[in-house]
């Protein structure tokens, strides 16, 4: 069966210090992928989405960038984190056909 | 651009009391998709329509698109405070990518 993995689950991070969040799934190919923002009691803003290897495309301009190294991963990262970085980051996937989303069980930053 | 706007934001019911959420697209959509997020917790597909008029029933829960498929429903009978958390409807971007735009989300709260 499919699985997401996401991690780590909470990180507090002072402000202008490096972020790499990682996101994995397991047992598809070829999964779209994609990073979400949630702000506190907000909905859900589309940073980044992947249809494959090396293939990025951003959504919203920010101090946030992401990669895709292999089929199956997705990473986000920043090399100086703003206060306004915080927030919930949610990675989900889908396979092209199905088109609902699973999402990770999510990363709780708070830059301080 | 494309827009999935939702409301309410907020309900506060009293248990065992109904609830619905509205959802309305800027374009017409080829499915609807609604999502739960329990507090803390992540968004859960909880199913899609696709049909043109279609109601689909889970338990207690009732979904409906619209006949000019822009709009769509979910309507919560007797609540429950099981039924505790976000509903998000999505629909799907412009671009063949399986993106999903989000609607802000509906925050329900049921009083015991």
Not at chain 1, 12 to 38: A, D, I
Not at chain 2, 22 to 31: F, G, P
Request: charged content about 15%; hydrophobic content about 30%; proline content about 5%.
């Amino acid at each position: 069966s499919q699985t997401i993995h996401q991690w780590p689950a909470t990180l507090v991070q002072p402000v202008g210090s490096p972020l790499s969040l990682e996101c994995t799934v397991e047992g598809t190919s070829n999964p779209n992928l994609y990073w979400y923002r949630q702000a506190a009691g907000r909905g859900l803003q589309l940073l980044f989405y992947s249809v494959g290897i090396g293939q990025i495309s951003s959504e919203v301009p920010q101090n946030l960038s992401a990669s895709r190294p292999q089929d199956r991963q997705f990473i986000l990262s920043s090399k100086k984190l703003l206060l306004s970085d915080s927030g919930f980051y949610l990675c989900a996937w889908s396979v092209t056909g199905s088109r609902s989303y699973t999402f990770g069980s999510g990363t709780r930053l708070t830059v301080v | 651009g494309q827009q999935v706007m939702q409301i309410p934001q907020y309900q506060h019911v009293q248990e065992g009391e109904d609830f619905t959420t509205y959802c309305n697209s800027s374009t017409t959509l080829s499915n609807i998709q609604w999502y739960k997020q329990r507090p803390g917790g992540h968004p859960v597909f909880l199913i899609q329509l696709v049909k043109s008029g279609e109601v689909k029933k889970q338990k207690r829960l009732t979904f409906q698109f619209g006949e000019a498929k822009k709009n769509s429903s979910l309507h919560i009978t007797a609540t429950q405070t099981t039924d505790v958390g976000t509903y998000f409807c999505a629909g799907p971007g412009s671009s063949n990518t399986g993106k999903l735009i989000f609607g802000q989300g509906t925050t329900l709260q049921v009083k015991p």
